[in-house]
Protein backbone atom coordinates (compact mmCIF):
# COMPACT_ATOMS: atom_id res chain seq x y z
CA UNK A 1 0.00 0.00 0.00
CA UNK A 2 0.77 4.05 -0.51
CA UNK A 3 3.05 5.51 1.98
CA UNK A 4 -0.06 8.16 1.78
CA UNK A 5 -2.18 5.53 3.06
CA UNK A 6 -0.36 4.12 5.82
CA UNK A 7 0.34 8.09 6.70
CA UNK A 8 -3.24 8.92 6.85
CA UNK A 9 -3.68 5.79 8.99
CA UNK A 10 -1.41 6.55 11.55
CA UNK A 11 -3.19 10.11 11.60
CA UNK A 12 -6.16 8.41 12.31
CA UNK A 13 -4.69 6.85 15.06
CA UNK A 14 -2.62 9.25 16.56
CA UNK A 15 -6.16 11.44 16.15
CA UNK A 16 -8.74 9.03 18.17
CA UNK A 17 -5.57 8.81 20.57
CA UNK A 18 -5.63 12.58 21.40
CA UNK A 19 -9.40 12.20 21.92
CA UNK A 20 -10.47 13.62 18.82
CA UNK A 21 -13.66 12.02 16.64
CA UNK A 22 -13.29 11.96 13.41
CA UNK A 23 -16.22 13.54 11.63
CA UNK A 24 -15.53 13.06 7.89
CA UNK A 25 -13.03 12.56 5.22
CA UNK A 26 -12.40 14.62 2.02
CA UNK A 27 -14.30 17.32 2.86
CA UNK A 28 -15.09 19.35 0.14
CA UNK A 29 -15.17 22.98 0.30
CA UNK A 30 -18.11 24.94 -2.11
CA UNK A 31 -19.02 28.40 -2.78
CA UNK A 32 -21.96 28.45 -4.74
CA UNK A 33 -21.48 25.61 -7.28
CA UNK A 34 -17.47 25.40 -7.62
CA UNK A 35 -15.76 23.66 -5.42
CA UNK A 36 -12.97 25.86 -3.98
CA UNK A 37 -10.92 23.50 -1.74
CA UNK A 38 -10.79 20.10 -0.18
CA UNK A 39 -9.56 18.88 3.47
CA UNK A 40 -8.71 15.69 4.13
CA UNK A 41 -10.06 15.06 7.54
CA UNK A 42 -12.84 17.34 9.69
CA UNK A 43 -12.45 16.29 13.19
CA UNK A 44 -14.07 17.99 16.54
CA UNK A 45 -12.50 17.62 20.02
CA UNK A 46 -14.54 19.21 23.43
CA UNK A 47 -16.62 20.95 20.91
CA UNK A 48 -14.18 22.86 18.73
CA UNK A 49 -14.12 21.84 15.20
CA UNK A 50 -10.61 20.89 13.05
CA UNK A 51 -10.08 21.38 9.72
CA UNK A 52 -7.16 18.59 9.26
CA UNK A 53 -4.34 18.28 6.70
CA UNK A 54 -1.91 14.94 6.81
CA UNK A 55 0.89 15.40 5.12
CA UNK A 56 3.16 12.21 4.22
CA UNK A 57 6.06 14.61 3.98
CA UNK A 58 7.29 18.06 5.39
CA UNK A 59 4.84 21.10 6.07
CA UNK A 60 6.15 23.84 4.53
CA UNK A 61 5.36 27.51 4.32
CA UNK A 62 2.89 26.88 1.54
CA UNK A 63 1.21 23.71 3.55
CA UNK A 64 0.50 26.48 6.58
CA UNK A 65 -1.16 28.49 4.37
CA UNK A 66 -3.64 25.93 2.84
CA UNK A 67 -4.19 24.55 6.31
CA UNK A 68 -4.84 28.21 7.83
CA UNK A 69 -7.08 29.09 5.02
CA UNK A 70 -8.90 26.25 4.39
CA UNK A 71 -9.89 26.03 8.06
CA UNK A 72 -11.28 29.81 7.95
CA UNK A 73 -13.51 28.51 5.21
CA UNK A 74 -15.13 25.54 7.44
CA UNK A 75 -14.99 27.85 10.54
CA UNK A 76 -12.82 25.39 12.17
CA UNK A 77 -9.02 25.59 13.94
CA UNK A 78 -6.13 24.60 11.53
CA UNK A 79 -4.72 21.19 12.40
CA UNK A 80 -1.73 19.36 10.47
CA UNK A 81 -0.41 15.71 10.80
CA UNK A 82 3.08 15.29 9.26
CA UNK A 83 6.72 13.87 9.88
CA UNK A 84 8.51 17.49 9.82
CA UNK A 85 8.73 20.79 9.02
CA UNK A 86 10.76 21.82 5.90
CA UNK A 87 12.37 24.64 7.71
CA UNK A 88 11.85 27.42 10.36
CA UNK A 89 10.09 29.47 8.48
CA UNK A 90 7.25 26.64 8.39
CA UNK A 91 7.64 26.61 12.04
CA UNK A 92 7.43 30.51 12.74
CA UNK A 93 4.55 31.14 10.24
CA UNK A 94 2.29 27.88 11.79
CA UNK A 95 2.73 29.41 15.48
CA UNK A 96 2.19 32.75 14.43
CA UNK A 97 -1.16 31.60 12.71
CA UNK A 98 -1.99 29.08 15.29
CA UNK A 99 -1.77 26.32 13.05
CA UNK A 100 -1.52 23.20 15.29
CA UNK A 101 1.43 20.64 13.83
CA UNK A 102 2.00 17.48 15.36
CA UNK A 103 4.78 15.47 14.76
CA UNK A 104 4.09 11.94 13.45
CA UNK A 105 7.48 10.37 14.47
CA UNK A 106 8.08 12.43 17.25
CA UNK A 107 4.23 11.36 18.97
CA UNK A 108 4.86 7.90 17.64
CA UNK A 109 8.60 7.38 18.48
CA UNK A 110 9.18 5.87 15.04
CA UNK A 111 11.51 7.07 12.22
CA UNK A 112 8.87 6.58 8.91
CA UNK A 113 5.48 5.88 8.96
CA UNK A 114 6.20 2.34 6.92
CA UNK A 115 8.00 0.97 10.32
CA UNK A 116 4.70 1.75 11.74
CA UNK A 117 3.08 -0.44 9.03
CA UNK A 118 5.05 -3.40 9.61
CA UNK A 119 3.73 -3.78 13.74
CA UNK A 120 -0.66 -2.79 12.00
CA UNK A 121 0.54 -5.29 9.98
CA UNK A 122 1.52 -7.89 12.24
CA UNK A 123 -0.94 -6.68 15.09
CA UNK A 124 -4.25 -7.39 12.66
CA UNK A 125 -3.38 -11.12 13.25
CA UNK A 126 -3.62 -10.99 17.28
CA UNK A 127 -6.60 -8.17 16.89
CA UNK A 128 -9.08 -10.48 14.71
CA UNK A 129 -8.10 -13.15 16.88
CA UNK A 130 -9.93 -11.42 19.77
CA UNK A 131 -12.74 -10.08 18.08
CA UNK A 132 -13.78 -12.70 15.99
CA UNK A 133 -15.85 -15.60 18.09
CA UNK A 134 -14.70 -19.08 18.92
CA UNK A 135 -18.22 -20.21 17.27
CA UNK A 136 -21.40 -18.98 16.54
CA UNK A 137 -24.72 -19.84 18.36
CA UNK A 138 -28.15 -19.32 16.42
CA UNK A 139 -28.63 -15.74 16.71
CA UNK A 140 -32.57 -14.86 17.62
CA UNK A 141 -34.56 -12.08 15.85
CA UNK A 142 -33.87 -9.37 18.72
CA UNK A 143 -30.09 -10.15 18.82
CA UNK A 144 -30.21 -10.58 14.83
CA UNK A 145 -31.79 -6.34 15.05
CA UNK A 146 -29.27 -5.38 17.69
CA UNK A 147 -26.47 -6.87 15.70
CA UNK A 148 -27.45 -5.04 12.48
CA UNK A 149 -28.25 -1.82 14.29
CA UNK A 150 -24.91 -1.91 15.57
CA UNK A 151 -23.21 -2.67 12.01
CA UNK A 152 -25.49 0.63 10.33
CA UNK A 153 -24.88 2.73 13.25
CA UNK A 154 -22.04 5.91 12.88
CA UNK A 155 -22.95 6.42 16.44
CA UNK A 156 -24.51 4.60 19.86
CA UNK A 157 -27.46 6.94 19.78
CA UNK A 158 -27.98 6.26 15.71
CA UNK A 159 -28.00 2.13 16.70
CA UNK A 160 -30.39 2.70 19.23
CA UNK A 161 -32.83 4.34 17.10
CA UNK A 162 -31.99 1.45 13.89
CA UNK A 163 -32.48 -0.94 16.73
CA UNK A 164 -35.53 0.78 18.03
CA UNK A 165 -34.17 0.71 21.35
CA UNK A 166 -33.68 3.31 24.30
CA UNK A 167 -30.03 3.87 24.51
CA UNK A 168 -30.01 1.96 28.21
CA UNK A 169 -32.26 -0.65 26.09
CA UNK A 170 -29.36 -1.46 23.63
CA UNK A 171 -27.01 -1.39 26.38
CA UNK A 172 -28.08 -4.21 28.30
CA UNK A 173 -28.81 -6.04 25.08
CA UNK A 174 -25.16 -5.56 24.27
CA UNK A 175 -24.44 -7.17 27.31
CA UNK A 176 -26.08 -10.13 26.56
CA UNK A 177 -24.60 -10.40 23.53
CA UNK A 178 -21.16 -10.45 25.22
CA UNK A 179 -22.50 -12.95 28.13
CA UNK A 180 -22.86 -15.16 25.34
CA UNK A 181 -19.34 -14.59 23.91
CA UNK A 182 -20.74 -13.13 20.64
CA UNK A 183 -18.67 -9.06 21.42
CA UNK A 184 -16.22 -8.58 23.38
CA UNK A 185 -15.33 -5.33 25.63
CA UNK A 186 -13.97 -3.08 22.86
CA UNK A 187 -11.78 -0.09 23.08
CA UNK A 188 -14.30 2.12 21.07
CA UNK A 189 -17.60 2.49 19.19
CA UNK A 190 -15.92 1.51 15.98
CA UNK A 191 -14.50 -1.71 17.35
CA UNK A 192 -18.61 -2.56 18.40
CA UNK A 193 -19.12 -1.79 14.93
CA UNK A 194 -16.60 -3.96 13.48
CA UNK A 195 -17.62 -6.89 15.70
CA UNK A 196 -20.92 -7.00 14.84
CA UNK A 197 -19.97 -6.76 11.11
CA UNK A 198 -18.17 -9.45 11.74
CA UNK A 199 -20.80 -11.92 13.46
CA UNK A 200 -23.31 -10.83 10.47
CA UNK A 201 -20.66 -12.01 8.19
CA UNK A 202 -20.08 -15.27 9.40
CA UNK A 203 -23.77 -16.02 10.09
CA UNK A 204 -24.27 -15.31 5.97
CA UNK A 205 -21.12 -17.44 5.31
CA UNK A 206 -22.76 -20.33 7.11
CA UNK A 207 -25.91 -20.09 5.89
CA UNK A 208 -24.61 -19.51 2.36
CA UNK A 209 -22.46 -23.19 2.96
CA UNK A 210 -25.59 -24.94 4.65
CA UNK A 211 -27.38 -24.02 1.71
CA UNK A 212 -25.26 -25.77 -0.71
Do not use: C
Not at 2 to 22: D, N, Y
Amino acid sequence: MSRGFWTEQLALFVLESEGFEILGRREKIVRGSSEIAEVDLVARKQGELYAVEVKSGKVSVTDVRQAYTNAKLLGAKPLILARSFSDDAARALAEELGVQVILLPEYMHFVSPEELAELVEKALVSILDRLLPAGLPELSEEETRVLEALARGSTFSEAARLANMREDELGRAIERLRERGLLVHGRSSAELRLQAKVVLLLRSLLRERLAT
